[in-house]
Structures are given as C-alpha cells and as structure tokens.
C-alpha cells in the first residue's frame, strides 16, 4: 500500500472495506519500526491499540459533549463516524488516558494521564485511533525538535536538518508516511513552521476554537491545538472533528458545529482580495530561496483569480519581542507546579524542602526551558513588570488593531510561512535568538489569537520544503481552507515525498 496516501483516500479504502482499520494500524506500526530510529519521530507506539476492536463511533456525538460517553457505531468494524479507522499520532503534551503524557521531559517522565484531553475525547468519538505519542520540544519550547529530553527529531527530507518544533515528531512522522495525521499544539509557531518544513499542511486555530483541556499548557493565552496533514482537505476534516466549545475550558468558544470541508472545490471565492505584508518581501533576513518561492506563489495566486495588494503593518515587527515576554511570563506562570511534591519526578538528593524543590527543578528541567522560566520570572518580577510584561499587553492590543485594520481592506494575508530553510541539526544551538527570528511572521497572528494555515509553496535547490502562510481574522477558518485548497490544488508541491521512504 502507499503509505503516502491521505486521510481522505484512506478513509473510502476503508469504507469499500479495501483494508480494516486493523491492517492499517499494522501496516503503519511496521513503517515506525523500520524508519523511525532514524528519526526519532515517536516516542511510543501504543501496542495495545494494534490488535484492539476499533473504537469506533457515531457521527452523532462528533460536537457533543467531550465528556459525554459516545455510542459505539452499528453499521460494522468502521462505524460512519467522519474519522472512523484512521490511526493518528498525538503530540507528547495531549493527554491520552492511561498514557505517558511527558511533554517531552525528563520531569514528567513516568506521568500518566488520568484522563484523555478533549482533543483525544473528540477524535475518538469521530472514529480515529491514537496509536502514541510524537516527539516535541521539552514543553513545547523550542522550534527545532532539538529541545526534547528524548534526544533530536530529524527531518525526512534530509535527515541532518532539523523538521522544525516543537511539533516536530508528529510533523516528521505525516512527512515520512508513518501515519496518514497528526495532532500538534501551536503556541508561536510550533504547528505551521514543522508543517513548512516537512512539506505538510499545519493550522493554528482561531483561539478557543479547539479546547485547551489536557494540553499540557506552555502559554495559556496562545495554546492551540491543530491539525498536521499532508492536504488541505485532511486538515479541514480533522479540524472539523476537534472543534467546539467544551465546558472545560472557559476560553472556548460558542460555535456552531462545522463540516470545514464544505465549500473545498478547488476555486477561490469571487472578487477575493489577498494582502500580501509588506515586510515578507522587503525585510531583511528573509532566506533567498524563501523569498523566490513565496513571490512565485504570489503570482500563482493571481493567476487562478486572487486579487494581490500590498499592506504595511507597522506593529508586526514587534511581535518577536511580544511572543518572547509574554509567553515566558506564562510559561514561569504555568511551570512553577513542577516542583516535585505532585507532579512527575521528585530528586531524592535534598535534605531539606527546599533542596528538594531546587534540585528537582534543575535535573528534571532542560536548558531551553530553564531559559525561559527565567526570562518570565524577571518579567514578572516587582521591578520589572510594569517595565516590560504591562507593555506588552499594551502594544499586543496595538497590534490586534492593526491586523483588524488590514482586514477591512483585505479578506486574507498571506507570508512565508518561516523566514528561514529548514537548518541544519545543531547549526542554531549556541543562538537562540537567531531560532526564534525563524519565527518572525507565524507569532503575530498567536499573539492575537487569530488563524494561520501553513500549505506547500517549493523547494530549495537543496530539496528542503518551503510554506505560505494565510492569515484570516477570527474564525475565518472555512474561507482560509477554501483559498488554500485552491492554492494547493493549483500545484503540485503536495504530492512530492521524501527519497527513502517508499
């Protein structure tokens, strides 16, 4: 079988009862055991999800609830739940009942969830099967996949290159065939900028469009979780089975259940208007090759009917410094549990509370997030707060305004996705700040909580993909698949595979 098949063509496999859903757990389970020591994509395979009954389910129970006990499906093995049969892979910080929730660190090592996340609630009552956990940066903090107590992920299209973070297993898996999708989480770019770089579709929704319950948190107010695809139309799927409010989280939105693959002809609305920033052509420390793609994108775009114009935002260079002071503020915030006395590891060298606290921190934590806690204490800190963390706040609605502002004149903005090619494994590690510029132009839209689609755009001459990002105001995620699936389905960046893995 082709392992790079997509989600929608395996699912009418499976319902002309082609495959069962339990050949194709084996079949991909047998791709993780050749290709995955060379990547370091997954953690771990859930063996016990190989040669279960597939919990399959009603449509009817898709948008309920996330707490309410879903029916299992009477119309055979698949059920006709909109993801019935398909295996995934979830990201090492959403919970799965039952399973090692480590967020890819040495502190939550032997951490087991007590509960699925409503994510994992959701895609099970649509039918999929979470088969384990992908490799990411140590609580989501990093953009490379080096950051993970687990050791590097790598990516499939060249394995000495990073595949991006911190989604980073979970996007070299989708990329290497050893699943058809993915579930990461986005906090500043840890969705779309993996997705860039392992030629894959990534979204980072509106926020409180997906719930945050039982995704281990990095930054409350940007968390997202989203969907790794190889297709627009995948995406949209899986998005359309995640999505809706939950009592669980207040900050989820009241919406309406919604099929986002409804509208996905190929063709771009009438009269569509496309702003393109200003800075992702004319800034500096833009790669070359990033750039030539991104123009030859926008000319694709013109040519299937979008209208271009070009729109200055002012504000965006701030976003960098934005993301940098008040996601560490939250992280110091959200990390100061891991202490020890509840959660995961405990050291056993202290002899007194307080070396215990100390010395549980310093081994259990890595260095990047170390780095961070400390940047959000200072932040936070009496003397520094109003200097630094209040500012933010500030210039945070500043920049929401101006994004506000652009969308009245325009339906989308579009930017390469990243700024930079997929790097080398190692090549940002003695400079951070020069990883997290990678992350200039898919922070913004997090910091104001508003959606970002990273598709396929080209390749380097050297083979490593490039993304376009479109950027949407607020639950603007049907119109962004509908352009992106017409971008996508104009091209054919999509379709090509990494060398090595058939």
Not at 97 to 104: E, K, L, M, V
Not at 241 to 269: E, F, N, R
Not at 399 to 411: G, Q, T
Not at 473 to 481: D, F, G, T, V
Request: overall charge neutral.
């Amino acid at each position: 079988m082709n392992p790079f098949l997509t989600v929608k063509e395996l699912k009418l496999k499976l319902e002309r009862r082609e495959i069962s859903s339990k050949d194709l757990r084996h079949f991909y389970a047998e791709r993780i055991a050749k290709y995955n020591p060379s990547l370091n994509a997954v953690i771990e395979l859930f063996a016990q999800t190989l040669d279960s009954e597939p919990t399959d389910f009603t449509p009817t129970a898709l948008h309920g609830d996330a707490t309410s006990k879903p029916t299992r499906a009477k119309t055979g093995e698949h059920g006709n739940g909109i993801l019935c049969g398909i295996p995934l892979l979830l990201k090492d910080n959403i919970c799965q009942a039952g399973q090692i929730a480590s967020a890819g660190s040495k502190i939550l090592a032997n951490y087991k969830a007590p509960y699925d996340a409503t994510v994992t609630t959701r895609l099970k009552q649509a039918g999929a099967i979470p088969v384990g956990r992908g490799n990411m940066d140590e609580f989501a903090m990093g953009g490379s996949g080096e950051y993970s107590a687990y050791g590097a992920a790598k990516n499939p299209w060249n394995i000495n290159h990073v595949p991006g973070g911190s989604s980073a297993g979970p996007a070299a898996a989708v990329a290497a065939g050893l699943i058809p999708a993915a579930i990461g989480t986005e906090t500043g770019g840890s969705v779309r900028q993996p997705a860039a770089f392992c030629n894959l579709v990534g979204l980072y929704p509106t926020y409180g469009l997906v719930s945050r319950y039982g995704l281990i948190a990095f930054a409350s107010s940007t968390d997202q979780a989203g969907p790794i695809t190889r297709t627009v139309y995948d995406n949209a799927l899986i998005l359309s089975a995640i999505a809706g409010q939950d009592q669980h989280d207040s900050t989820s939105l009241d919406v309406k259940p919604t099929d986002y693959t409804q509208g996905l002809d190929g063709k771009l609305p009438k009269n569509l208007k496309i702003g393109v920033i200003k800075d992702s052509v004319e800034a500096d420390g833009i790669d070359p090759q990033v750039r030539h793609a991104f123009q030859q994108a926008i000319e694709q775009l013109q040519r299937i009917g979008a209208s271009i114009s070009y729109i200055d935002l002012p504000n965006l260079k701030y976003g960098i410094a934005l993301y940098f002071i008040i996601s560490r503020a939250e992280a110091a915030s959200n990390l100061y549990r891991y202490d020890g006395t509840l959660y995961g590891e405990r050291s056993k060298k202290a002899d007194s509370l307080l070396d215990m606290y100390l010395n549980t921190r310093q081994d259990g934590f890595g260095a990047e997030v170390k780095r961070r806690i400390l940047v959000g204490n200072y932040v936070l800190s009496a003397g520094h707060k109003d200097a630094y963390y209040t500012k933010a706040i500030t210039i945070r609605n500043m920049l929401r305004e101006e994004f506000n502002n652009a969308f009245s004149s325009v339906d989308l903005l579009i930017s390469p996705t990243t700024s930079t090619l997929p790097f080398k494994l190692g090549e940002m590690a003695g400079d951070p700040l020069a990883m997290y510029m990678a992350d200039y132009f898919n922070v913004p839209n997090c910091i104001i909580g508003t959606p970002g689609l990273s598709v396929p755009c080209g390749f380097s001459k050297e083979g490593l993909p490039i993304g376009i990002q479109f950027l949407g105001p607020r639950l603007s995620e049907a119109l962004i698949y509908k352009v992106g699936h017409a971008f996508q389905e104009s091209t054919d960046y999509h379709l090509k595979t990494p060398k090595g893995y058939e």
